[in-house]
């Protein structure tokens, strides 16, 4: 990403938003020790997909972000599993463009907002949509996507929600993201899918960006 798109990621949240759409998937990194954190961002970058949710699931999430933020800064960073304020404020303070929360919870939501950080809170029922139409989002995460009936739930949601795009998470992977993709209400998926588990836990940076690339492929098409 060049500095021209760096600044227009940090003052508008549109920014961060053409900026996934452009790329279609966004990994979902939890990481297993910092020092994994700087070569498996260079792997995701290698691959074509310069973008990481890295999720508040392990001790190593705020560090891991800081090491990606100078050293990768190439990789767009967004926190996600984020069910506070302070781990919101916490995330932008390492480097974070943006935050990703599981549900809908009104505090992070406003916080972010009100801070002019970009956000995409978990929604998985019309009242969820509702909330984030009301506070003017038209972007929101769609978690857990398969658990609440997925591309048909999501055909569903065009009706009434004509506005709103949706990242769905949750069960997204190689056997469907096609399907995810061919919605209209659909602006990118989400998934650990470019980071295969065991690819990671055994530092196969290599896999992962091949991963990446097929990934990358898939969402393209």
């Given at each position: 990403m060049n500095d021209v798109e760096k600044a227009a990621v940090a003052e508008d949240g549109t920014g961060l938003i053409d900026l996934i759409r452009r790329i279609r998937v966004v990994p979902l990194v939890t990481l297993h020790s910092v020092e994994e954190a700087?070569?498996?961002a260079k792997a995701l970058a290698a691959g074509g997909v310069p973008i990481a949710e890295i999720t508040f699931r392990s001790p190593a999430a705020l560090e891991g972000m800081r090491a990606i933020h100078d050293q990768v800064p190439e990789v767009t960073l967004v926190a996600g599993t984020v069910h506070t304020v302070?781990?919101?404020?916490?995330?932008?303070?390492v480097g974070c463009r943006g935050i990703v929360s599981p549900a809908?919870?009104?505090?992070v939501v406003d916080w972010c907002l009100g801070s002019l950080i970009p956000v995409l809170p978990g929604t998985a029922t019309p009242s969820d949509i509702e909330k984030a139409y009301d506070r003017g989002l038209r972007f929101t995460k769609f978690f857990p996507a398969e658990a609440y009936g997925g591309v048909g739930t999501l055909k569903a949601l065009?009706?009434?929600f004509a506005e709103m795009s949706f990242l769905p998470t949750g069960g997204v992977g190689l056997k469907n993201v096609r399907e995810y993709m061919a919605l209209p209400n659909v602006f990118a998926v989400g998934g650990s899918f470019p980071v295969p588990s065991p690819a990671q836990r055994r530092g196969d940076w290599k896999a992962v960006t091949e991963a990446c690339v097929q990934a990358?492929?898939?969402v393209q098409d």
């Open positions: 700087v070569p498996l302070d781990q919101a404020r916490q995330a932008v303070r809908f919870s009104d505090a065009s009706g009434p990358r492929q898939l």
